[in-house]
Structures are given as C-alpha cells and as structure tokens.
T-cell receptor, first 116, second 114 residues
Framework: EAGVAQSPRYKIIEKRQSVAFWCNPI?????LYWYQQILGQGPKLLIQ????????DSQLPKDRFSAERLKGVDSTLKIQPAKLEDSAVYLC??????????????FGPGTRLTVL | GDSVTQMEGPVTLSEEAFLTINCTYT??????LFWYVQYPGEGLQLLLK?????DKGSNKGFEATYRKETTSFHLEKGSVQVSDSAVYFC?????????????FGKGTKLSVKP
C-alpha cells in the first residue's frame, strides 16, 4: 500500500515570497491533516479536512496560510507571504475515519521549509 | 488546554540498556494516548497506543501503560538496539469534535551506541 506522498521535500525561499506544498493521502482515507513541526518541538495541527470540508482550522494563521482539498483527495497548503518564523517541517497525515475510534494517522515524510 | 510533557533529551544509551522515556499529560477527561517514532529521514510512525485507563500498548519490544492516577504514559524497553535510535513523541487524542486531532509533546531524541 502506498503511503502518504508529499512534495517538495525541501524548499528554500526568502521572506515575503509565497510557497505551496502538496499532499496525496493514502487511497480511501477521508481525513487529511496538515501539521507544522518547528525544530525542537512536536507537530502542531494547522488544519483538518474530512473529505473536502474543513473540520478544524482554529490554529491556522489565516492571514497568510491557506489550504484546500477541492476533490476530497489531494491537498495543497499555501503560505503567502512567508515570514522567518514559518521555517519548519510541514507534515501531512491521513486516516480512515471510524466513528467512536481513535484512528491511526499515517504521516508523510514532510516538507522542510527554510525562510531566509 | 490539553498538553503533553515529555522528558527532555537527548538520551544516550548503550546497546542492551533499559530505556524509560517519561510522558505525562494534562487533560479534562480520559483521552487516548500514543507514542509515535520518527526515524532519521522518515515520517512519523505510530509505535503503540492505549485508549483507556490501565491499558498497555506494546510493539517491537516497547511498552507503555496508561496510568490515570498519575496521568502518565511512560515508554519502556528492556533492551535497546542501535536501530532504536530515533525521536520519540508522546501524544494524546480525543474522539470529540476534532475527530482525533493529535496533541504532541516536544519529542525525545534517543541515541543508542554499539
């Protein structure tokens, strides 16, 4: 079974530029998550989708971050404009939701963003 | 709010040594608890989990017991190997409105020397 795919793996940009990350979840997984992992910290949820609808985006800095999952499969996370503090690894995860259970989230390898 | 606290690393052990990584949580209620592992250059992988008090999760020789009284979920392994070198994350999750959103600790880096 193919895992969660993410691209690019690495990205270096200058502050105030824009950047986009792509995620392809495991086939059949309706729930998709984007996490931000700053160096030395644990991942923090940015946004969660159920199919193509947003379940939780309470920690997404909406003035500069946006995400979409138009057809309920692939997802794109965008930052515009980027700030120095956005340097982090951006992780995508997916899970197969089952009501009442805590389902395993499968993580992609992440995209390491460096903002100069 | 809910949070997870892990012992700070890095932890350096010799092969076959006993491992304990402490994890405590703060939450109103009884969430599910997890340990995830991140090997160098790879994504996070679920190592083990426990969904209710007194449950013991186990996998690959690692164990952790959900202790409601001490709000803890310490990770243990009796004899570590070089291949266990990785970063270990403790996490909690609710099945409430967020449908399983994970809250992670800061991670503990383990290095095992031959």
């Amino acid at each position: 079974e193919a895992g969660v795919a993410q691209s690019p793996r690495y990205k270096i940009i200058e502050k105030r530029q824009s950047v986009a990350f792509w995620c392809n979840p495991i086939s059949g997984h309706a729930t998709l998550y984007w996490y931000q992992q700053i160096l030395g910290q644990g991942p923090k949820l940015l946004i969660q989708f159920q199919n193509n609808g947003v379940v939780d985006d309470s920690q997404l800095p909406k003035d500069r971050f946006s995400a979409e999952r138009l057809k309920g499969v692939d997802s794109t996370l965008k930052i515009q404009p980027a700030k120095l503090e956005d340097s982090a690894v951006y992780l995508c995860a997916s899970s197969f939701p089952s009501r009442g259970l805590h389902n395993e989230q499968f993580f992609g390898p992440g995209t390491r963003l460096t903002v100069l | 709010g809910d949070s997870v606290t892990q012992m700070e690393g890095p932890v350096t052990l010799s092969e076959e040594a006993f491992l304990t990584i402490n994890c405590t949580y703060t939450a109103t209620g009884y969430p599910s608890l997890f340990w995830y592992v991140q090997y160098p250059g790879e994504g996070l992988q679920l190592l083990l989990k426990a969904t209710k008090a007194d449950d013991k999760g186990s996998n690959k020789g690692f164990e952790a017991t959900y202790r409601k009284e001490t709000t803890s979920f310490h990770l243990e392994k009796g004899s570590v190997q070089v291949s266990d070198s990785a970063v270990y994350f403790c996490a909690l999750s609710w099945d409430g409105g967020s449908q399983g959103n994970l809250i992670f600790g800061k991670g503990t880096k383990l290095s095992v020397k031959p």
